[in-house]
């Protein structure tokens, strides 16, 4: 039965992913792939990228606009549906296609880090591609509340978080350095890139043999590295971007990883970070509070540096409780996010669309 099912996966993030979005899409076309799912994907960056005009300067308002105005590559395939990647830095589907389309909402306008005058000018036409619709798929309960108050109907929303390559978290403990910190993540303000590097350098000045990395690129890249700079002894490591492998290795040898972000749809890095046995200390915003509820990380007031920087000289200091807390998040990601079982109720939400009532 799965392999009559064939879908189009629009994203303006694709191969290779330069964001969260692209890593899940990657996870995703996998795993469906292994379930017998016929896949493709129409993408607005990277390898084999729809070629498209450049209008707003926003590469992914602009991939929606070609998209909209010609959908074609969204239907060359014969797909039975569209599975569209929303939220900002995705796609927005205003016009009516011939076949059903369903959405992965990874955040909404409201709920991010950006311009008022964006937010005013998009929130309208996100609502009016959520309620267009047949079905939007939250990544976490905060964003089906967020996708609710766009006027989307309770019974059309399904929360399915996103999935974690499980095979990959079997580091073991050997490469763990107790008093290792690390962010990971584009270096742009909403993610906190520089708070993140001012707690590390803190900390590294508090407690003896404190290391800190930063992995990622980003608008903020030069200001981060001058900060890092401030680190007694070069404590704080930029690194840049890294590949996967590399991005897994230094969660293998972390032991805090920060995540001092504005928002989150529900935070991959946290996932990936608990998967591998990092504790997570973040601010307490949407998303992140849904990642890391039932104690499977540490959380303080969104915005407070100076608790940040509490909370990481406590767990550094506490070796016992750190492992507990880890420990509680890597089980948490094993039970919830298996890509595996994420992939089932992806194809079970692809055959309720199909599937006449």
Known sequence: MNATLRAVIATYDGEPPIGGQGVLVRGLRAALAARGVDVRMVAGHGEGALRYPRVTGRGPLDFSIALNRDPVPLLAAGPGLVHAQGGPGGVLLLRRLPVPVVYTAHHT???????RRLQRAMSP????????????????????????????GAGRIEVVPPGIDIDRL????ASREPRRLLF?????????????VAVMVAVSGAVAGVRG???????????VRAAAAAAPGGGVEVLGAVSDEELWRQYARAAVVLMPSRYEGL?????????????????????????????AGVLVPAGDQA?????????????ARRSEIAERGRARVRERHAWDAIAG?????????????
Request: with cysteine; proline share 4%; hydrophobic share 45%.
């Open 109 to 115: 306008y409201r709920q991010a880090y950006s311009p």
């Open 307 to 319: 608790a940040l920087v509490a909370a990481c000289r406590s767990l550094l200091e506490d070796e």
């Open 267 to 295: 935070g991959l890095v946290a996932l990936e970070a608990m998967g591998a046995g990092c504790a997570v200390v973040g601010y307490d915003v949407s998303g992140l509070r849904d990642a890391l509820a039932g104690g």
């Open 125 to 152: 036409l996100e609502a009016r591609a959520y309620r267009r619709a047949a079905l939007v798929m939250a990544v976490s309960p905060s964003t089906a509340d967020a996708v609710r108050a766009l006027g989307v």
């Open 170 to 173: 079997d580091h073991g403990e």
């Open 345 to 357: 109720r992806v194809a079970e939400v692809y055959r309720a669309v199909l599937t006449p009532p």
């Open 184 to 196: 990971a993540g584009r270096l742009e303000p909403e993610k906190g890139a520089l708070e993140a």
């Open 213 to 223: 990395a930063v992995a990622g690129a980003g608008g903020l890249d030069s200001r």
